[in-house]
């Protein structure tokens, strides 16, 4: 069956550490987007890619990074530089425009102590 | 500017009893209108899906959602909740044609007393 898959479900670093999530799709879709979930706060764009090699900002990119170097793979590096990490971590994927909407992976959930 | 207004943070509904969650939207293209369910830990599934024509879309799990234009809502129903129907629920809202995103609302939480 065609899906999202996030990877971890939980992680623990320690802070100062760069910690990388997985997202992985076979679902042949073109778009894929990085949320950041906190409680009360809904979901906030964090990244999202269209494309290949070519990835966009969204509203709260500070202390991310990205790569898209696969059609399938979307990674997200939570970088030191993020100053408060510990979030709900959730990975989309579509295809190109809004039609048809997104599908989700089921979340990371990141904890740094 | 484009946004999705859902004005309750948290619902009580009791097992049996009707549900509406308010979903508003400010966007000035013709818009694509989904809710999204999300329980505890999970990622968001898609409920329905609203693109054009009838303005009542029936979805999964005995949901439905009317589009009203006038009034700028996108309202998602159901007739008699179940307990299992505790979750949060997600509006978002998209241009037709477009290459942008999807804006979601804050969310409203159900919670369902037996």
């Known amino acids: 069956d065609g899906g999202i898959t996030q990877s971890p479900k939980y992680l623990f670093r320690k802070e100062g550490q760069n910690v990388t999530l997985s997202c992985e799709q076979n679902l042949n879709h073109d778009a894929m987007y990085w949320y950041r979930q906190d409680p009360g706060q809904g979901l906030r764009l964090i990244y999202y890619s269209q494309i290949v090699n070519d990835f966009q900002k969204g509203d709260i990119a500070e202390g991310y990074s990205v790569s898209r170097e696969k059609k399938e793979s979307f990674p997200l590096t939570v970088t030191s530089a993020q100053k408060n990490p510990t979030a709900f971590y959730l990975c989309?994927?579509?295809?190109?425009?809004?039609?048809?909407?997104?599908?989700f992976g089921s979340g990371t959930r990141l904890t740094v102590v | 500017a484009q946004s999705v207004t859902q004005p309750d943070i948290h619902i009580t509904v009791s097992e049996g009893a009707s549900l509406e969650l308010r979903c508003n939207y400010s966007y000035g293209a013709t818009p694509y209108l989904f809710w999204y369910v999300q329980s505890p830990g999970q990622g968001l599934q898609l409920l329905l899906k609203?693109?054009?024509?009838?303005?009542l879309v029936q979805g999964i799990k005995g949901f439905e959602a009317e589009f009203k234009r006038s009034q700028s809502s996108f309202n998602l129903r159901k007739p008699s909740v179940h307990w299992s129907d505790a979750a949060e629920y997600f509006c978002a809202v998209g241009a037709k044609g477009s290459q942008g995103n999807l804006i979601f609302g804050k969310g409203t939480k159900l919670s369902v007393k037996p």
């Open positions: 609203y693109f054009s024509g009838d303005t």
């Open positions: 989309a994927s579509s295809y190109k425009g809004v039609n048809y909407g997104y599908t």
